[in-house]
């Protein structure tokens, strides 16, 4: 059994750590980005944003600190994150009045700002994106998956009724939705979330769910319609053009470094990394071979590639270091770069290079004389090559032919023995919380979303058999 398939986790750590991605720090559960994992990153944060505004989104800033009476105003809200919130006590030496927390998310800070800003029904909508770094003190923590300091986005929107706002939540998932698989070609299920699983403070969650290559699911992106509830905890109202006040309606939606972790479990493969064309760091790797210092003409040749590559707007590196061509390989495959090429005396005198793809076990000779363009058309391809093996993995692995849970659980016991990951499970649910726990007590599945689109229908409960009023998808999740 491969290292992989038998301990996924230790083959997560020793994938980011041998591709250089971060570094541990003295802080429990915080990590630092060293630059290609950073990078990964800004390409996120840069399509994001784009289309973000494409959109009528602008950005803001707003503190790291918020008093504990904000988290008050909302019970929901503050229930939902108390367990998981750092607070400052002291500064300067002195004990503070109040407790400040380290903000989990900014919907309270937001919300008091807010009912400063909104006054009529001209000053609506108001959309703001908010880029940055967010605190939950989590028991168990995973570099980029789970960790006590993240990097996210955070969308905070304030709409005069309740269509409108509801029109945002589906148009935020939607673009979450064709990023992650454009971008990071990571296929996902999008849907509504049970309301167990609802954001602390929502009326309705919605979720893009994304299953790992150990078969676990990550929650990728979530959008919520928040109602009044906030706008009621924080008196944001606003006049109507009846001169009457009403309260807005809001949302909220994020998206985190949570997705540098999925790409890495979603497209890695037994020699480290693998990196969608789109998001990586270093796209193309140019390395001489064989006597190429003897042969100063290899080197003017990567060095012309280089540059026509560069002025494509293609990310290159060209590695002229004194280590081994084998050693150069190897390292720029545990770093995932997508393209190689290799350029010896032998290539250059037959007007050629080899280019090896880094999912692809064979490599291409390709001509000097279309070296450029070919380049790029394996790039395309090779974006479109890892959606559609992440998107048939994730058909293999959607089981629905389990319908009660002693099949889910038979299939758990034959998986285990089999050593096949569990993957997820369509089953119906009859909407009773209880039935929802006992699958979770007793399978670690938890439900994922309701999805808009399943594949069929379930007509009874996974748990207790009677009719189900959901169609809903069950995992173990991160």
């Not at 008093?67 to 994150?81: A, L, N, S, V, Y």
């Not at 540098?260 to 193309?284: K, N």
């Not at 010896?344 to 037959?350: A, K």
């Amino acid at each position: 059994m491969s290292q992989k398939r038998e301990d996924f986790s230790k083959w997560y750590i020793d994938t980011i750590q041998k591709a250089d991605l971060l570094d541990y720090t003295p802080v429990r559960g915080c990590i630092a980005f060293k630059p290609d994992g950073y990078e990964l990153w800004e390409h996120i944060k840069e399509e994001m944003d784009s289309r973000f505004k494409e959109t009528g989104h602008r950005n803001a800033y707003f503190p790291m600190l918020i008093p504990e009476t904000f988290f008050q105003k909302e019970k929901d809200h503050i229930e939902g994150f108390s367990p998981e919130l750092p607070w400052v006590t002291e500064a300067a030496g002195e004990k503070l009045e109040e407790r400040l927390a380290l903000r989990p998310t900014s919907e309270t800070m937001i919300g008091h700002l807010y009912s400063k800003w909104i006054k009529s029904y001209r000053d609506l909508p108001v959309l703001i994106n908010q880029w940055a770094n967010v605190f939950r003190w989590e028991k168990k923590t995973l570099p980029f998956i789970r960790t006590s300091e993240f990097l996210w986005q955070e969308g905070h929107t304030a709409h005069v009724d309740e269509e409108d706002a509801r029109k945002e939540t589906m148009q935020m998932l939607n673009i979450y939705k064709e990023v992650v698989e454009g971008l990071l070609a990571i296929p996902v299920y999008d849907g509504e979330k049970t309301p167990s699983e609802r954001f602390a403070g929502a009326v309705d969650t919605y979720s893009i769910e994304a299953m790992m290559k150990d078969g676990k699911a990550v929650q990728a992106g979530t959008s919520h319609y928040l109602g009044t509830k906030f706008a009621e905890a924080f008196d944001i109202k606003y006049l109507t053009r009846e001169n009457k006040h009403e309260n807005v309606h809001t949302t909220s939606w994020g998206t985190s470094t949570r997705l540098i972790g999925s790409v890495i479990m979603v497209h890695g493969d037994e020699q480290g990394l693998v990196l969608p064309p789109r998001i990586a760091p270093t796209q193309v790797v140019l390395i001489p071979v064989g006597p190429w210092k003897k042969n100063p003409a290899i080197i003017d040749k990567l060095d012309e590639i280089f540059v026509a590559l560069k002025v494509k707007g293609i990310r290159v590196r060209l590695d002229d270091s004194d280590q081994s061509p084998g050693y150069k390989f190897n390292e720029w495959e545990l770093k995932g770069v997508p393209v190689r090429i290799e350029l010896g005396p032998r290539d250059l005198e037959g007007n050629q290079v080899m280019m090896k793809a880094r999912d692809e076990r064979e490599k291409l000779v390709v001509s000097l004389d279309t070296v450029v363009e070919s380049i790029e058309k394996e790039l395309n391809t090779m974006q479109t090559r890892l959606f559609e093996k992440a998107k048939a993995f994730l058909a293999e692995n959607s089981h629905t032919h389990l319908d009660t849970i002693d099949q889910l659980n038979q299939h758990l016991a034959d998986a285990e023995k089999k050593g096949h990951i569990p993957g997820w499970v369509l089953a119906g649910w009859c909407g009773d919380d209880a039935c929802e726990t006992n699958v979770k007590d007793k399978t670690k599945f938890t439900t994922r979303n309701i999805p808009f689109n399943p594949p069929q229908t379930k007509h009874t409960c996974i748990n207790c058999g009677n009719e189900a009023k959901h169609t809903v998808w069950f995992a173990r999740a991160y």
